[in-house]
């Protein structure tokens, strides 16, 4: 009949097998196994604690190799053909901001200079930021919010180039006044 | 090659255990008993010998009914292995070589 002490080493061993890795519990049952063989309880006990740790430490081990092979598997997305295509992405990104920047000053100009006279034009100075600034700026911020989720690349592009315009009309101001 | 493997005198101490009887298998509570080690130490060195394939593991089927019993033997690179960094005295005795601690 098995006694108290001898039923907690058992019982102790047993759960924190089921509970390791799949490849330590091998090891834990074979140590559990041995259980049967040891005829003094506390000895068990002694045994089945010593037993308990090793299999909770190679678990662990497993647990940790695993979580750094996974991390470096992640990484593998950082390989030469996945950089390049990024780039191409983000390239495509600037692009896009480039030729919206382009629009909006042609089209947008034009179409001021035709919706307003000169003369009015020389007392709205402000306007002159409209198509520079304002509206690309705008474009740019609603087309990164819109492309984040799916072309997140494309869209730190944009954010690149609205970027670039910002830093552009900063340094332009403080050293044209 | 045997991968980098840490020769603590408890592993040699197994292995010194293994070299007894090199072909027969071994269980675990006799091996304790045999280097005094106790479940905690000897395990983790059973685990790392095994994984460097020094190490043979099998399952044993004794009586019906009951869970099959771990044994273990070394590999024939285990052999060599443990040869080589377990010596004899002139007198017979066994005694613990560390000047492979690296291997």
């Known amino acids: ?13 047993g759960a924190v ?14 140590m559990l196994r041995e259980l049967d063989f040891i005829d003094r309880d506390w000895v068990s006990l002694w045994w089945a604690l010593g037993g308990a740790t090793a299999v909770l430490k190679h678990s662990l081990a497993i647990a940790a190799r695993s979580w750094v ?21 983000l390239a495509s990104g600037v692009a896009i901001s ?17 919706v307003i006279s000169a003369r009015t034009f020389e007392h709205l100075h402000w306007l002159g930021w409209l198509p520079v600034l304002v509206i690309p700026e ?40 | 090659m045997v991968p980098r493997l840490r020769l603590s005198p408890q592993t040699l101490q197994v292995l010194d255990a293994f070299l007894e009887a090199p072909k027969d298998w071994k269980y675990g509570y ?12 000897l395990y983790p060195i059973l685990m790392r010998l095994a994984d460097r394939e020094l190490l043979e593991t099998s399952w044993e089927t004794t009586e019906p009914g009951k869970p099959p019993r771990h044994l273990y033997r070394l590999t024939a690179s285990g052999l060599r292995f443990a040869r080589e960094h377990v010596v004899h005295d002139v007198a ?12």
């Open chain 1, 98 to 114: 480039a030729g919206l920047l382009a629009v909006s000053i042609v089209g947008v100009a034009r179409l001021l200079s035709a």
């Open chain 1, 69 to 89: 092979r996974e991390r470096i598997d992640h990484r593998g997305e950082w390989t030469l053909k996945n950089v390049g295509k990024k780039l191409a992405r």
């Open chain 1, 17 to 30: 097998t089921r509970s390791s890795q799949l490849e330590s519990q091998g090891w834990g049952n074979a």
């Open chain 1, 138 to 177: 705008g474009i740019f911020a609603i087309a990164a919010i819109a492309l984040w989720r799916n072309r997140r690349d494309m869209a730190r592009g944009i954010v690149l180039g609205a970027v670039a315009l910002g830093v552009h009309v900063i340094v332009h101001v403080t050293t044209h006044k």
């Open chain 1, 1 to 13: 009949m098995s006694s108290a002490v001898r039923k907690f080493a058992v019982r102790l061993l």
């Open chain 2, 92 to 103: 017979g005795s066994r005694v613990l070589d560390l000047r492979g601690a690296k291997s």
């Open chain 2, 30 to 41: 006799d091996i304790s008993r045999d280097t005094g080690l106790k479940s905690g130490t």
